[in-house]
């Protein structure tokens, strides 16, 4: 098991920026995280992917919604992924989560491990 613990949402106004951090725990390296994402889901719509990053960091990718604005990274000694968020929109308006998996994907359906989320709330 992986457990993933998300930290760094809050209030901003649009424009802004905030960082979020998802700390890995227990069976990390072992390829159950082999890739970290990052989906959001808003009040009432489906949960979306945001961004994903392989092990090394060298494969990323990123929704067009946030592509450009947003920079996915990690720490493997830290076992840690960051999401750098800028230029925030009001629609970037969500519930954050974390999620790890072994396959490079934009489906949530391939990840197996997911965080409790975090809010970020982006005001106009």
């Known amino acids: 098991q992986v457990q993933l613990v998300e930290s760094g949402g809050g209030l901003v106004q649009a424009g802004g920026s905030l960082r979020l951090s998802c700390q890995a725990s227990g069976r990390t390296n072992s390829g159950y995280d082999n890739v970290m994402g990052w989906f959001r889901q808003a009040p009432g719509k489906e949960r979306e992917f945001v961004a994903t990053?392989?092990?090394?960091?060298?494969?990323?990718s990123y929704s067009d919604s946030v592509r450009g604005r947003f920079t996915i990274s990690r720490v493997n000694a830290k076992n840690t992924v960051y999401l750098q968020m800028n230029s925030l929109k009001p629609e970037d308006t969500a519930v954050y989560y974390c999620a790890a998996g072994s396959s490079f994907a934009v489906l949530a359906s391939t990840y197996t491990f997911w965080g409790q989320g975090t809010q970020v709330t982006v005001s106009s």
């Open positions: 990053i392989g092990r090394s960091g060298a494969m990323t």
